[in-house]
């Protein structure tokens, strides 16, 4: 059983479209999270959400939205893509972002590329 | 603003090496760190998080030590093997900041 699921793995499109990325967990965690991966293989954290709520919101272009419709979902929707949104983005979660646990786990990732 | 620098970028060992990835951060108020790794094309992979109350964490070869006074974790693998070869991250896992990354090859 995948613990952090996301869909779909690669997605090619071009500039101006609009795309989502979802992603889904089983572990009964309360907080997700989406990163970027770069070219260069850095990692920087986009969004959270626990229980449902945004909590963090790091600089990102408002083109991006998440949307969690349940604690188990946290999808990632982006309008008027541009070249540099090309990237790998990962989907993980935790158990609880102010609780006892704070072990990371990741999705597989989606690898966006924007022609 | 935490900032965690991962050394060295790239190392190539032969198999059944002893070796340390070594991971340095900017602000000493951290918490828990977590090192990774990451499969090429893949995702990260949890290997250890060390929290707050503790000073090391062990999972069978891999041994992990945080030193907040110093400002730095090391990852410790013991007889190094080809399958281990990949990319280990670390992380501060309350500002969620990330190393680069060390890559790593063990040859056979």
């Known amino acids: 059983d995948t613990a952090v699921s996301q869909t779909p793995k690669y997605l090619v499109t071009q500039m101006g479209n609009d795309k989502s990325i979802k992603c889904e967990q089983n572990?009964?965690?309360?907080?997700m999270y989406w990163y970027k991966q770069d070219s260069k293989k850095f990692l920087k954290i986009m969004f959270s959400y626990n229980n449902k709520e945004l909590i963090i919101n790091e600089t990102v272009p408002n083109r991006f939205s998440p949307k969690s419709p349940d604690k188990a979902h946290l999808n990632l929707h982006i309008n008027s893509l541009e070249l540099g949104d090309s990237a790998v983005y990962f989907c993980?979660?935790?158990?609880?972002?102010?609780?006892?646990?704070?072990?990371?786990?990741f999705g597989p990732g989606t690898r966006l590329t924007v022609t | 603003k935490q900032e965690v620098t991962q050394i060295p970028a790239a190392l190539s060992v032969p198999e059944g090496e002893n070796l340390v990835l070594n991971c340095s951060f900017t602000d000493s108020a951290i918490y828990n760190l977590q090192w990774f790794r990451q499969d090429p094309g893949k995702g990260l992979t949890s290997l250890l998080l060390i929290q707050s109350s503790q000073r090391e964490q062990t999972s069978g070869r891999l041994n992990a030590s945080l030193d907040k006074s110093s400002g730095r974790s090391t990852l410790y693998i013991a007889a190094s093997q080809p399958g281990d070869s990949a990319t280990y991250l670390c992380a501060d896992e309350d500002k969620l900041v990330f190393g680069a990354g060390t890559i790593l090859r063990v040859k056979s």
């Open positions: 993980a979660s935790s158990q609880d972002a102010s609780g006892n646990s704070y072990e990371q786990y």
């Open positions: 572990l009964g965690h309360d907080t």
